[in-house]
């Protein structure tokens, strides 16, 4: 699959041919759409979860200030895989579970790493209202 059929940055999505979790392997397959090879996954957490979903946070970067949001997508793919275990746990310490039945929502954000880490309370505390919600 490439990055053609996105149609924004920072876009993911599911299926066998783009994003999905595996549990015998205990991993996370991401496509996400970027707009230059440089992007990394940086670090990825662990939301929280509802009666309908869990949620991650996928922390990005391309170690540049330059904001991407709202751009077309169709650049390239940032295809990464990330173990059940590389996932940090939730502020207050929850972890990730994932079951079969399980849907698993993917929060991507761009942002310079110490800049990720100065808001990282206020990320949380934002997202986590539109999963419980």
Known sequence: MNANNYTYFLEVKAGKLHSYFN??????????????????????????????????????????????????????????RIYFSEV???LSGEILDLNKDDKLKVYVINDFPTDFDNNKVRYFSNLRKKIYN
């Open 23 to 80: 549990l015998r392997n205990k991993l996370i397959n991401l496509h996400i759409s970027v707009p230059n090879i440089d992007f990394d996954i940086i670090s990825t957490y662990f939301l929280g979860a509802n009666k309908k979903e869990k949620a991650i946070i996928v922390h990005i970067s391309d170690q540049t200030k330059k904001r991407i949001c709202n751009n077309t997508g169709g650049k390239v793919l940032l295809k990464k």
């Open 88 to 90: 940090k746990p939730t």
